[in-house]
């Protein structure tokens, strides 16, 4: 898939048509810089732009077919909702003119064209595993696995985003940490914004709620970039999303309730929190581990003891209940996130790193290769 140097209205084009060509034409289709200008041309002009002046293809041309096709897709897509566009595509394709054979090749590819839609559109989307798009609202759940980069987040003008961590670390460009239990809401004046993941594994939900449904709802938000709370409401309000359920009409209610909700959070300075002792005490753990990262596990433990005047049991407990993992275990992760981290921002040696993290260099192999997959050397070598 062609990922740099264009807009998304270019990428996602060029990319729709390439994957038309490959499936319709020949699966090593390569597109030519012909074939690229006639697009161009269009996406320029496309109010006065005359397909059938195109010299290039006769009427009957496979590539000319390939061309209405992908801008049918494009236009139809962005101006329907979700639920309408799956309604009614077969019918308005053969409106068109389209072949029966085309239409059903449209038919089968229907997914993977949502997708590449959707990585054309939000580039940070290379491994969404469940989304959902209409006039009011989109949402999408993404994980990844062995994967730190830097890449740009694009999100809508006129909307509001919230994006709930729900594994792992990202930060962000305006030097925003955020980490598992934290939800980021980004405003309409923070449209564009880089960010790094930090963690071998992260997973998040992002919740778009667009200006329309603001309006009918008649609330009025104040301008703002971003706001940063911990995640404290009921996970049940998000279930059907982790769950990848289709979008009934009960769970496009649920939508609908979560939204509203989110909207109230940004009005209210502050949010209660349903735990707030346990999100107290998370502040706490992962304040007193970042501060002495570079002392070993069990003195890490030691000091945890004191500064939550809890028992070991207790202690136990909290991890489980807020990290779900025991201390040990939540400790190493966090030790490897940030040599990961050490490890892609610095000129650090693998000596230096280890000793940042409290282990011996022969001991951070180990364990590093037991969290990643890989040694320091091949992470780096990999994501650099």
């Known amino acids: ?116 839609y959707l990585n054309s559109n939000y580039v940070f989307l290379e491994q969404t595993h469940h989304f959902f798009k209409d006039n009011n609202f989109e949402f999408y759940l993404i994980t990844t696995a062995n994967n730190h980069f830097t890449k740009s987040s694009y999100f809508l003008n006129d909307a509001i985003s919230f994006r709930f961590i729900l594994n792992g670390s990202i930060k962000y460009k305006k030097n925003i940490l955020c980490s598992k239990g934290d939800l980021l809401i980004t405003g309409k004046s923070f449209c564009l914004e880089e960010y790094t993941i930090l963690t071998p594994v992260y997973s998040e939900i992002i919740f778009i709620i667009k ?96 500064k939550l005047e809890v028992s070991s049991s207790k202690l136990y407990k909290l991890f489980k209940i807020i990290f779900e993992t025991t201390p040990s275990k939540t400790i190493q992760n966090l030790k490897i996130d940030y040599a990961c981290f050490l490890l892609l921002s610095t000129k650090k040696t693998i000596e230096e790193i280890s000793y940042l993290v409290g282990y011996h260099e022969s001991i951070f192999y180990k364990k590093f290769n037991q969290t990643i997959g890989m040694t320091p050397l091949n992470f780096k070598k990999q994501y650099l």
């Open 211 to 306: 200006s329309g449904f603001i309006a009918e709802i008649g609330i009025n938000i104040p301008d703002f970039s971003f706001k940063k709370l911990p995640f404290s409401f009921n996970k049940k309000k998000i279930d059907f999303i982790l769950k990848k359920e289709p979008i009934t009409i009960k769970n496009y209610l649920k939508i609908k309730l979560l939204a509203a909700y989110l909207l109230n959070l940004i009005i209210n300075s502050s949010v209660k929190s349903l735990e707030k002792d346990n999100t107290t005490f998370k502040n706490t753990i992962l304040n007193t581990i970042s501060k002495n990262i570079q002392l070993s596990n069990q003195e890490i433990i030691t000091l945890l003891l004191e």
């Open 1 to 116: 898939m062609i990922t740099n140097n264009y807009n998304t209205e270019e990428l996602s084009f060029l990319n729709i048509y390439i994957f038309f060509c490959k499936k319709i034409i020949n699966r090593n289709y390569s597109i030519t810089e012909e074939e690229i200008d006639i697009i161009f041309n269009y996406l320029e002009n496309s109010n006065t732009f005359n397909i059938d002046s195109i010299q290039t293809w006769d009427r009957y041309s496979v590539q000319k077919q390939i061309f209405k096709l992908t801008i049918f897709f494009l236009k139809t897509f962005k101006n329907l909702s979700f639920e309408n566009f799956n309604l009614n595509y077969h019918s308005l394709l053969k409106n068109e003119g389209f072949s029966s054979s085309l239409i059903e090749i449209f038919s089968e590819n229907i997914d993977i064209l949502y997708h590449i």
